[in-house]
């Protein structure tokens, strides 16, 4: 099952400009995660924020939780062309105690040089 | 470094030719998960581990097999192989404490014919 959904699907902005990509989810959860995905490679990890924080920074990354409205935001700030990939945010599931992460569809970024 | 190795990196099998797609990490994590991603079904889980002999079902289970005889290793069988189990399959781990996100491997594309 997908919980997570990213919105936009596909965004295509100019090196330099700022990036936002917004995920909404249904369910509670115990953190939220954000990852990378270069073409047909593996995910990557860039930032987890945890459903008791509202805002993360990690470098040019700005992450927004909002529990109430079930929705979280990426921001990228200064893009560079090595940001174009694939987005995903995953929720881990709740009050299970499995570990798993749901994935959401994705955004795709292109950043234009 | 710190990774997780899954081989091989392509493979194409013909229908019911046992297969094993091996993982392993160095990091010493407890979990492992098993997940398949498909392009429009985004990433599903289909096993996961969260410790040596503990292995557990996860989203579409049907045709896979796993073990955990060792902490390191977590490897994914096709007893029977079908064409609906071509897709890119992605190996990771984490540790079991929840505020740590995933280690993903580089990922292996399936082809079955």
């Known amino acids: 099952s997908q919980q997570g959904e990213e919105d936009p699907q596909a965004l295509s902005i100019q090196e330099g400009e700022n990036a936002t990509m917004n995920c909404s989810y249904k369910?509670?959860?115990?953190?939220l995660q954000w990852y990378r995905q270069n073409s047909g490679r593996g995910l990557v990890h860039l930032i987890l924020?945890?459903?008791?924080?509202r805002e993360k920074h990690s470098g040019r990354l700005r992450v927004t939780l909002d529990t109430s409205k079930k929705s979280s935001s990426l921001l990228i700030t200064a893009s560079r062309a090595a940001d174009t990939a694939s987005y995903f945010c995953a929720t881990d599931a709740g009050s299970s105690n499995t570990g798993k992460l749901i994935f959401g569809q994705g955004t795709t970024l292109q950043v234009k040089p | 470094e710190a990774q997780v190795t899954q081989n091989p990196r392509y493979l194409i099998t013909v229908t019911g030719k046992k297969l094993t797609v091996t993982c392993s990490q160095n990091?010493?994590?407890?979990?492992m998960s098993w997940y398949r991603q498909d392009p429009g079904l985004g990433l599903r889980q289909i096993y996961y581990?969260?410790?040596?002999?503990?292995?557990d079902k996860g989203d579409v289970p049907e045709g896979y097999k796993v073990s955990r005889k060792e902490k390191r290793n977590f490897p994914l069988i096709l007893e029977s192989p079908s064409p609906n189990q071509t897709s890119l399959y992605f190996c990771?781990?984490?540790?079991?404490?929840?505020?740590?996100?995933?280690?993903f491997g580089s990922g292996t594309r399936l082809t079955v014919v």
């Open positions: 369910t509670s959860i115990n953190n």
């Open positions: 990091m010493n994590h407890e979990y």
């Open positions: 581990s969260m410790n040596v002999e503990v292995t």
């Open positions: 924020i945890r459903s008791n924080e």
């Open positions: 990771a781990s984490s540790p079991y404490d929840r505020d740590y996100g995933y280690t």
